[in-house]
């Protein structure tokens, strides 16, 4: 017998939902497309024209908020996501090399996701974590002194999950 419950809310419904709850906000852009993203993994190719719409915004205004901060993505990312950090300390302490490690090692480079799905990469420039450079964050679990090494343990515990 089939469920005949309530199936997942669709884009749509997340990104009316997001304006509904943070319209009246001063500066509520930010919060609802941080909403939209929060619930969808992604910001869906509707959401500038629906929020500039809902907000009385132009869409050039939405989508150049979107493209300017480098958290918000437009396609749906990995089953995991891997931020590795390239500011001035991780960079000095062997940043290039896990990046080049990456690349080589799990076919996968900086602003992408891996053709299986399973991961995505991003570069972020600090975690915070300057202390234990180089550092990274993987489904916002930070690593620090990660060796290529390291990263391969890290990557391969995702197997299991």
């Known amino acids: 017998m089939k469920d005949h419950g309530s199936s997942p809310p669709g884009p ?3 990104i009316d939902h997001a304006l509904a709850a943070h319209r009246e906000v ?3 852009l930010l919060p609802i497309l941080h909403a939209i993203q929060d619930r969808l993994g992604y910001l ?3 959401t500038v024209q629906r929020v500039a719409d809902g907000l009385n915004l132009s869409r050039a205004e939405v989508h150049g908020v979107i ?3 480098a958290d918000f993505r437009t396609t749906p990312p990995g089953r995991h996501v891997v931020r590795l950090c390239r ?7 062997g940043a290039g090399a896990l990046i080049v490690h990456l690349e080589h090692r799990h076919r996968l480079a900086l602003g992408q996701t891996r053709d299986d799905g399973r991961l995505t990469a991003e570069a972020v ?3 915070g974590n300057c ?3 180089p550092a990274v964050m ?3 679990q930070p690593h620090g002194r990660v060796t290529p090494d390291r990263l391969d343990q890290i990557l391969a515990a995702l197997e299991d999950a």
Do not use: I, N, W
């Open 138 to 140: 993987v489904d916002g």
């Open 131 to 133: 202390a234990l450079s």
């Open 12 to 14: 749509l419904e997340v």
């Open 67 to 69: 493209t300017f901060y």
């Open 125 to 127: 420039y600090c975690l």
């Open 26 to 28: 001063p500066g509520g």
């Open 87 to 93: 500011a001035e300390a991780c960079q000095a302490m």
């Open 44 to 46: 869906p190719e509707q």
